[in-house]
């Protein structure tokens, strides 16, 4: 059996991200391919001889109590490993700690170990050492996946970095990432990496392009989703009575976005056309506010948007448009299902995963035509010009007023994911995998 190390950088995010359903899904997948799964955090807490504090430290927030004599030992490694030298240690998961809260953002796993703060502080490493930090652990697996781009190497190992996309040298307006930085660590990795994969022909290309890593040295594997079947198989009617309890609207009655509220995503572009689209059905927005969240809102106002419900009888305030800050993925899961269409004229993503979960719960799309969406959606979505809010508005009043494309980019959607499957995905990794052990 392969034992697979995959970190946990994004999984220990309180809110999580695209990339921390990509670790956690390639947790799963691992496992049902067989592989020993093993998951890396960088909480805080140092280690502690007691192993039961070292369960209760990993899921406090506080980290625990400090174990003086575990530090100073700790404190006396770090000096013999160097600065470049980071140890994982175990933590041990009996279930004497109640961690049923946890559940939805844990992976699949068979170990978990622990290194403090080792994200930031690889981070830190590389900007002053231009040097990747070494990890170290009591039996190390055969293979380190790391999930996201990080300054870090499993010493002795073969060690796999997913590139999801060059967003932030494509489109450097669009985030706030150290472009410098950014850059001399893509070039880094692929010196040092035994293999890279990514998740779209788009996002190859552009590696090849900008870092000048050889095609071969590239194994795109696209993405799978993972959606429980309790949730696939939940009834219509039970579908209907939580949107109708969450938002206050019909089932089939709303348009749909989910995502981060940041400029990648054309969130401002989105609300432009839906409002010139002048259809009845609101447009439900579920996503936290990240960067010029403001920007991309502004053409929100009182007469449009609410945040509310109103108390004296449990009713939302009727509006054009709603934000839901946050929805837990099974109600999130409802809300798709129970959209009329979903929206996600994103600029560039690397892969777009909404688009597939959509097409898979059978909710119609329209989305952009730009880099990787093509490749997921194919002629199973209306797709626009993400810069033409024109566009936008024309296919919005187009899927709003025939039911029968509806239905037809519904059963074309189904279809398509059905591409995407997870036994594809196995495949591909499988092949990565066997290329080093």
């Not at 700690?97 to 953002?105: C, D, H, K, L, P």
């Not at 299902?337 to 909404?354: D, H």
Request: aromatic content about 10%; overall charge positive.
């Amino acid at each position: 059996m392969t034992r697979v190390l995959i970190d946990g950088r994004n999984l220990g995010l309180e809110k999580g991200t695209g990339v921390a359903t990509y670790a956690r899904n390639l947790s799963h997948e691992l496992h049902a391919m067989g592989h020993g799964v093993e998951v890396l955090y960088g909480y805080g807490a140092p280690r502690s001889r007691n192993k039961l504090m070292r369960e209760i430290a990993f899921f406090d927030s506080n980290h625990g109590d400090r174990d003086r004599i575990a530090a100073m030992i700790e404190a006396v490694r770090g000096r013999l490993l160097g600065p470049l030298g980071k140890y994982a240690y175990d933590v041990p998961i009996s279930g004497r700690v109640v961690s049923r809260t946890f559940s939805a953002r844990l992976p699949y796993y068979d170990r978990i170990v622990n290194s403090p703060n080792v994200f930031t502080r690889s981070q830190a490493t590389f900007g002053a050492w231009k040097m990747f930090s070494r990890l170290t652990m009591d039996n190390p697996p055969d293979i380190a996946h790391w999930t996201y781009p990080l300054p870090i190497r499993l010493k002795g190992k073969a060690n796999v970095y997913t590139m999801h996309d060059m967003v932030p040298l494509k489109l450097p307006y669009t985030t706030l990432d150290n472009k410098r930085f950014y850059l001399r660590l893509m070039k880094r990795i692929a010196r040092v990496a035994d293999h890279i994969v990514t998740v779209s022909e788009c996002s190859k290309r552009d590696i090849v392009e900008l870092i000048g890593v050889a095609p071969e040295r590239i194994t795109n594997t696209y993405q799978s989703v993972d959606i429980p079947e309790k949730f696939l198989s939940k009834p219509d009617d039970e579908v209907a009575r939580e949107v109708e309890g969450a938002v206050g609207v019909d089932y089939k009655g709303y348009y749909l976005f989910w995502g981060s509220i940041e400029p990648k995503k054309n969130i401002g572009r989105m609300i432009e056309g839906y409002l010139a689209s002048k259809v009845d059905a609101p447009l439900v927005i579920v996503g936290a506010m990240a960067w010029k969240s403001d920007e991309e809102l502004r053409l929100l106002n009182e007469e449009n948007i609410v945040f509310r419900r109103t108390i004296e009888n449990d009713e939302f305030t009727r509006k054009r448009v709603m934000i839901l800050p946050y929805a837990p993925f099974s109600l999130l899961v409802s809300l798709i299902r129970g959209a009329r269409a979903t929206l996600f004229p994103s600029i560039y993503e690397g892969f777009g995963l909404p688009v597939l979960e959509a097409m898979l719960l059978g909710t119609p799309v329209i989305c952009s035509d730009t880099a990787s969406l093509p490749e997921v959606a194919a002629q199973a979505a209306l797709m626009v010009d993400p810069y033409d809010t024109s566009a936008i508005a024309r296919a919005v009043r187009k899927m709003d007023a025939d039911a029968d494309l509806r239905a037809e980019l519904a059963a074309r959607g189904r279809v398509q994911a059905a591409k995407f499957s997870r036994e594809a995905y196995r495949d591909k990794l499988a092949s990565v995998y066997g290329r080093l052990v």
